[in-house]
Each structure stands twice: as C-alpha cells, then as structure tokens.
Nanobody, 121 residues
Framework: VQLQASGGGLVQPGGSLRLSCAAS????????IGWFRQAPGKEHEGVIC????????YSADSVKGRFTISRDNAKNTAYLQMSSLKPEDTAVYYC???????????????WGQGTLVTVSS
C-alpha cells in the first residue's frame, strides 16, 4: 500500500496550489481520502475529505470556500486544490485513506509521506 503526496512548494499569499495524492496497493474507490496538515508545533488538523464515490465531501471551517477536493478513481489519484492561500496555511500536508470521510485521524489506515506547503511573500 502506498500513498504519494506531491505538489507542495512555496507560494505567495493569495496564490493557488494543487496537491496530488497517488495511491496504489488497495482498492482506491472503496476508500475515502482525507487531507490533513501539520504546522510546526501544532497537532494534525483535518482539512478536507472525500468519500470513495466522490459524492460526499467535508471541509474544515478554516478552508471552506478556498480549498476543494476531488478524485479520479480511474487514475487512483485524489487532488487538493488550494486557492486564496494564507500564511497560516503553511504546513506539511498529508493524504490518508480510510473507510469513512471524516476530519479526524481516527479510521485512516494508510498515510502518505507529506508534502510541504509554504505560503510566504
């Protein structure tokens, strides 16, 4: 089982970035995908998730209206589109797979290695 998060980098405030989460080794469309982030000195924070079929999504209040999640089950890949980025969005972003779309880490069995997003001028 492998989840590979990519697409992080340095972006200016107000900018956009798209992260990808490529999966292998399990039945991708059975599982929800969640994106979590961890800023230095802070706990993991659930950002956004999407159900296996893509019909259900949840997002944290801190990113509502700015971040969207999607998935292409034919490509075993999920995406996190981030716009109107703020310095407080700076964190390592992780994707994870689990049976239920939720914004807590409980129930996510597989985790990617993380990709760093830095929002700074």
């Amino acid at each position: 089982v492998q989840l590979q998060a990519s697409g992080g980098g340095l972006v200016q405030p107000g900018g956009s970035l798209r992260l990808s989460c490529a999966a292998s080794g399990f039945t991708f469309d059975y599982d929800a995908i969640g994106w979590f982030r961890q800023a230095p000195g802070k706990e993991h924070e659930g950002v956004i998730c999407i159900s296996g079929s893509g019909s259900i999504t949840y997002s944290a209040d801190s990113v509502k209206g700015r971040f969207t999640i999607s998935r292409d089950n034919a490509k075993n890949t999920a995406y996190l589109q981030m716009s109107s980025l703020k310095p407080e969005d700076t964190a390592v972003y992780y994707c994870a797979a689990g049976r239920i779309c939720r914004l807590t880490t409980r129930g996510y069995n597989y985790w990617g290695q993380g990709t760093l997003v830095t929002v700074s001028s």
